[in-house]
């Protein structure tokens, strides 16, 4: 039946429709239905309304709606939501599955030994080996600084990290 409704028909069903399926959300607060189709901007003033068109601006009237045009073009959220959706954009096929990296590893005595050749953090690690209890070392501890098997560890103290950072000597940064 609805598929012989004229096109103003249709339209008036739609804003009747969504004005129902909100009712519980827009019941006793005015609300402005934007529509693109300018002859339903009558349909709560027509003069004499007979049959659906009189039922439906009833219906609206109780919801305090005012229907409001806008040109689909200015509209472009109802113009966007009006089209029908786009097709999928094909995905490529990659027939890598993984990537190996063999990078260098080295022993904690080699990274010792690295710590070592800078001289802030020779001083550091010496004050810590010697004892954490003297001044100086709980100086560097309260600064976040730790032995861990022979190598230089921090972990600030204002910090948010969870677990401390190997202490990496100048020499080593990429620049």
Request: charged share 25%; aromatic share 8%; hydrophobic share 35%.
């Amino acid at each position: 039946a609805e598929r012989n409704y004229s096109t103003t028909e249709r339209e008036a069903l739609a804003v009747v429709w969504a004005a129902n399926k909100f009712r519980g959300y827009i019941e006793g607060l005015p609300t402005v239905i934007v529509t693109d189709h300018q002859a339903l901007k009558w349909l709560m003033s027509l003069k004499s309304p007979t049959g659906r068109l009189a039922r439906w601006a009833l219906q609206l009237q109780a919801l305090n709606v005012t229907i409001k045009y806008s040109p689909g073009r200015t509209n472009v959220v109802a113009d966007m939501l009006s089209r029908p959706p786009c097709t999928e954009v094909p995905q490529a096929h990659c027939d890598l599955c993984s990537v190996t990296v063999d990078l260098p590893t080295r022993s904690t005595k080699e990274i010792r030994e690295e710590q070592l050749k800078d001289t802030f953090i020779a001083n550091v690690v010496e004050i810590l080996e010697k004892s954490e209890d003297t001044a100086n070392g709980r100086y560097w501890n309260n600064k976040g600084y730790y032995l861990n098997n022979g190598l230089l560890y921090r972990l600030p103290p204002d910090s948010d990290l969870e677990e401390a950072t190997l202490v990496v000597p100048e020499h080593e940064w990429a620049n």
